[in-house]
């Protein structure tokens, strides 16, 4: 089982950035790539970005690509997502969520949310405009 913890969320106005953090535990050796979704109010759950765990490729929603930055520390089994020039549309609670080791094909499956196993609780991000 892993487990995921996020953090950093909060209220921020337009143009603002924030750092969101994503910790593991558990058993990380089984992860294989790590995402972050987010669902606005009255909205579907939406990709945002994602990392592989080894070699830490990455893949980005167009609506975020140049604004978001997600990184990784294997160290510390933890995943970020840096946000900067937030816009009021980003107002969302923002989930991280890990898939295990398996065949996907390419990593353009990162952001198929069925292939991740284990999700977050959550953590809200507001943006004032």
């Known amino acids: 089982q892993v487990q995921l913890i996020e953090s950093g969320g909060g209220l921020v106005q337009a143009g603002g950035s924030l750092r969101l953090s994503c910790a593991a535990s558990?058993?990380?050796?089984?992860?294989?790539?790590m995402g972050w979704f987010r669902q606005a109010p009255g909205k579907e759950r939406e990709f945002v970005a994602a990392i592989r765990w080894g070699g830490g490729s990455t893949l980005y929603a167009d609506s975020v690509k140049d604004r978001f930055t997600v990184s990784r520390e294997n160290g510390k089994n933890t995943v970020y997502l840096q946000m900067i020039s937030l816009k009021s549309e980003d107002t969302a609670v923002y989930y991280c969520a890990a898939r295990t080791l398996g065949l996907y094909g390419s990593s353009r499956s990162m952001l198929q949310e069925s292939t991740y196993g284990y999700w977050g609780q959550g953590t809200q991000v507001t943006v004032s405009s």
């Open positions: 558990g058993r990380t050796f089984m992860i294989d790539a």
